[in-house]
């Protein structure tokens, strides 16, 4: 499938209510479902699928997961743009797309607990591959460095099972300040290879 034949019946408008800003403004993430259409959804597992064979090394290493940039990958790169009004509705910045990829989990779906990139100022997350585990945000954390968030999370009273958990939306997004809220997932085996996109927005002003 091109990407027209796979992005002409997708339509993303800026659906967004009251609640989901103001849920984002009070816990920093908001829920936003039924943006786009299941056959979109299975374009955009295609491509993952392709660059996860690429990108995922034969044996699992600690450390951040294996990824794939959305210079890799036109789809992924596509639904970023798209998603610019959402985001900006949510917001009420004047936001712009500053990077993308997808992370990807070929074993196991835990993520260890950190912030995002110092650039972001919002980041939207999809499913994109399989199925991963919900996201724990850790709001109480706010304020640590990563550093600090390191000595937590390496804790011997850490638990792993602590935390907001947030599910992702089957055909939308979970809309998150990654930057000022910690987050990490709690670690189990995928039934199958799955991935994450990761679309980072950052305000111009």
Request: glycine content about 6%; overall charge negative; hydrophobic content about 45%.
């Given at each position: 499938m091109t990407l027209q034949q796979a992005t002409s019946p997708v339509r993303i408008e800026p659906v967004v209510s009251q609640e989901h800003t103001r849920h984002l403004l009070a816990h920093g993430y908001a829920v936003v479902d039924a943006l786009w259409t299941s056959a979109f959804a299975q374009s955009l597992a295609v491509e993952a699928e392709r660059l996860i064979r690429r990108a995922v090394p034969a044996h699992?290493?600690?450390?951040p997961?294996?990824?794939a940039t959305a210079a890799e990958a036109p789809l992924l790169s596509w639904l970023q743009f798209a998603l610019l009004p959402t985001a900006r509705a949510l917001t009420g910045q004047?936001?712009?797309p500053i990077c993308g990829w997808y992370?990807?989990?070929p074993v196991n779906d835990g993520i260890w607990l950190h912030v995002d990139v110092d650039d972001s100022d919002l980041v939207i997350l999809a499913t994109a591959l399989g199925e991963v585990g919900p996201l724990h945000l850790h709001p109480q954390l706010q304020g640590l460095n990563q550093a600090e968030l390191d000595v937590v999370y390496e804790a011997p009273s850490w638990n792993d099972t602590s935390g907001t958990p947030v599910a992702y939306p089957p055909l939308g997004i979970v809309a998150h300040?990654?930057?000022m809220v910690p987050h990490h997932r709690p670690?189990?085996?995928v039934r199958s290879p799955s991935a994450v996109a990761a679309l980072h927005f950052k305000s111009i002003w």
């Amino acid at each position: 499938m091109t990407l027209q034949q796979a992005t002409s019946p997708v339509r993303i408008e800026p659906v967004v209510s009251q609640e989901h800003t103001r849920h984002l403004l009070a816990h920093g993430y908001a829920v936003v479902d039924a943006l786009w259409t299941s056959a979109f959804a299975q374009s955009l597992a295609v491509e993952a699928e392709r660059l996860i064979r690429r990108a995922v090394p034969a044996h699992q290493v600690k450390g951040p997961p294996p990824q794939a940039t959305a210079a890799e990958a036109p789809l992924l790169s596509w639904l970023q743009f798209a998603l610019l009004p959402t985001a900006r509705a949510l917001t009420g910045q004047v936001l712009v797309p500053i990077c993308g990829w997808y992370n990807f989990y070929p074993v196991n779906d835990g993520i260890w607990l950190h912030v995002d990139v110092d650039d972001s100022d919002l980041v939207i997350l999809a499913t994109a591959l399989g199925e991963v585990g919900p996201l724990h945000l850790h709001p109480q954390l706010q304020g640590l460095n990563q550093a600090e968030l390191d000595v937590v999370y390496e804790a011997p009273s850490w638990n792993d099972t602590s935390g907001t958990p947030v599910a992702y939306p089957p055909l939308g997004i979970v809309a998150h300040r990654g930057r000022m809220v910690p987050h990490h997932r709690p670690g189990r085996p995928v039934r199958s290879p799955s991935a994450v996109a990761a679309l980072h927005f950052k305000s111009i002003w």
